[in-house]
């Protein structure tokens, strides 16, 4: 196994998946490992996705544990599919591993629950908005790496697009849609996308108004959700340098309600469409 080995988050799942069978049958590491006949660090690995997973040990511990077919079946084909190489891995030199992790959970997510107090969600973000963002951080970015980052967040953006499109539900505060990024033309570029955006069936935003305290004041975060294949949801938060995630159930949980929260102190879509209008005309005089 290579030293260098790290495991993309399609794999880090399917070792939760196991782990989830293990405790599910009731098994300490040491007995699941006998009843499959490895040791205990082994499985140790296999649930961690310290190494790579193969589809005959998925079959393996679904058979030890008694696993019914469709279930172990279904988690044997995504441990198939989990090291293929996705998209984000061209980018490897300009984008940190966790923003390459976010691509690869939006590549199979089924909804975004996005919640931005100080940017428009990346999801969202026009080239020119993006571009005066980068051209702002410190140390500057070269010309080269930012046109690599604007590409990846546009090949991001196309999850919106097609037969089975990416559902985002966007809370988004409002000094966010009057902070003049790049300048007026650019800006009003920005929020007629944005109302664009508005008009399709998988999209929601919602401007909370900046009306004293909120939930999660103080926080930007990402829930993704995936469907029917009943992975846990998970939660991406970022700093200046690096990202992460939250995936015990519990803290999920407290982001979930928070989202909700925000949902509820903030406007209604239609009238969320409505002030992103009003800011946006203003935003040519």
Do not use: C
């Amino acid at each position: 196994m290579p030293e260098d080995f790290r495991a993309g988050v399609r794999l880090r799942r399917v070792g939760r998946e196991l782990r989830k069978w293990r405790n599910r049958a009731g098994l300490t590491l040491a007995d699941a490992a006998k009843a499959v006949r490895w040791s205990s660090s082994k499985l140790s690995k296999i649930e961690t996705a310290s190494q790579p997973i193969q589809g005959v040990d998925v079959l393996a511990i679904a058979l030890g544990y008694g696993v019914p077919e469709d279930e172990r079946n279904q988690l044997y084909h995504a441990a198939l599919t989990a090291q293929d190489p996705g998209w984000w891995q061209e980018y490897d030199d300009v984008l940190f591993k966790a923003a390459q992790d976010l691509a690869e959970l939006e590549s199979e997510a089924s909804l975004v629950r996005s919640f931005h107090a100080q940017l428009i969600p990346g999801l969202f973000q026009t080239k020119s908005y993006f571009g005066a963002l980068a051209h702002a951080w410190i140390p500057p970015a070269s010309e080269e790496a930012v046109r690599q980052r604007a590409e990846a967040r546009s090949t991001r953006q196309e999850r919106l697009y097609g037969n089975n499109p990416l559902v985002v539900e966007a809370v988004i505060w409002e000094p966010v849609l009057r902070q003049v990024v790049g300048g007026p033309a650019v800006m009003t570029e920005q929020l007629d996308h944005l109302l664009a955006l508005t008009e399709m069936a998988n999209v929601t935003v919602q401007v909370l108004p900046a009306l004293g305290a909120y939930p999660a004041m103080g926080s930007t975060f990402d829930v993704l959700s995936f469907g029917q294949d009943h992975y846990d949801d998970v939660v991406y938060l970022e700093t200046l340098t690096h990202g992460m995630y939250v995936e015990e159930v519990h803290d999920v949980e407290l982001y979930r309600l928070n989202f909700a929260g925000l949902q509820e102190a903030s406007l209604d879509a239609q009238a969320s469409t409505k002030l992103i209008a009003e800011i946006a005309g203003n935003m040519q005089h």
